[in-house]
C-alpha cells in the first residue's frame, strides 16, 4: 500500500498533454520518516507510524522528543494502516518518499473539512425552504415541522436533519488522479478538490 503526508496549498490548473485543462489541488510534501512499525502480534493490528515536517526541538514535548530520538524533529506524527507484509517491508528511520506514487495514479484522499459554525438547514442539508407567497413573510429559510403525527409518538426522531454546526469533520476523497509530482519544488499536484483550508493536514493513500 501506498500512503504519504501533506499539505494543501491552494488549487490551481493544469495542462495534459492533449492540452485540455483540469482544476487541481497542490499539496506540499515534506520530508516523512518512518517512526514505528506496528504488528498484529505484539499490537494487534499492522500498521506505519511516520513522522513528518520540521520543528524546533526547544518546542517538541519530551515524550515525542523521546520517541523519534535519533531520527528528527517532527512537527508530528500519523498512522497508517498497512497490510503485514508491507509493515515487514519497512524499518524505523526508513524515508518514505513521493516518487512511490506515479503520475496517473488513482489516490484516496483523506482531512479535515473547512469549519462553517453553526448553520441552518437550508445550507447545511440543501433544504428547499418554505413559501414565499401565501402570507409567509418569516419562513423562507425555517425547517418546517420536526416532530407530531405518528411518528415516535410526537417527539423528534432520532438522526432529524436540522440545523447546527458544519464542517470541521473528517472526509475521504476517492478516485483523484495525480496529475504532476513536482519533485524539485516538493508539491504533488491532484485532480479536483480536497477538502480543509490551505495549511490542512492531507492523507494520501494509493
Request: aromatic share 6%; proline share 2%.
Amino acid at each position: 500500500m501506498k500512503f504519504f503526508v501533506g499539505k494543501k496549498v491552494n488549487m490551481t490548473q493544469i495542462f495534459n498533454a492533449e492540452g485540455e485543462v483540469k482544476a487541481a489541488t497542490a499539496v506540499a510534501v515534506p520530508a516523512v520518516v518512518v517512526t514505528q512499525i506496528k504488528t498484529k502480534d505484539k499490537d494487534g493490528y499492522a500498521a506505519v507510524q511516520v513522522g513528518f515536517g520540521a520543528k524546533k526541538e526547544k518546542s517538541i514535548k519530551k515524550p515525542a522528543r523521546g520517541h523519534a530520538k535519533g531520527l528528527g524533529n517532527f512537527e508530528g506524527f500519523k498512522e497508517f494502516r498497512v497490510a503485514p507484509d508491507d509493515a515487514s517491508a519497512l524499518k524505523v528511520g526508513d524515508k518514505v518518499e513521493m516518487t512511490t506514487f506515479k503520475e496517473g495514479d488513482s489516490v484516496a484522499v483523506s482531512a479535515i473539512s473547512k469549519g462553517k459554525g453553526f448553520q441552518g438547514v437550508v445550507k447545511r442539508h440543501g433544504f428547499k425552504g418554505g413559501s414565499r407567497t401565501h402570507g409567509q413573510k418569516h419562513s423562507e429559510r425555517e425547517p418546517g415541522a420536526i416532530g407530531g403525527r405518528g411518528r415516535a409518538g410526537g417527539r423528534v426522531s432520532k438522526g432529524m436533519r436540522m440545523a447546527g454546526r458544519m464542517g470541521g469533520e473528517r472526509i475521504t476523497v476517492k478516485g483523484l488522479k495525480v496529475l504532476k509530482i513536482d519533485g524539485e519544488g516538493g508539491l504533488v499536484y491532484l485532480s479536483g478538490a480536497v477538502p480543509g483550508r490551505r495549511g490542512t493536514l492531507v492523507e494520501i493513500r494509493g
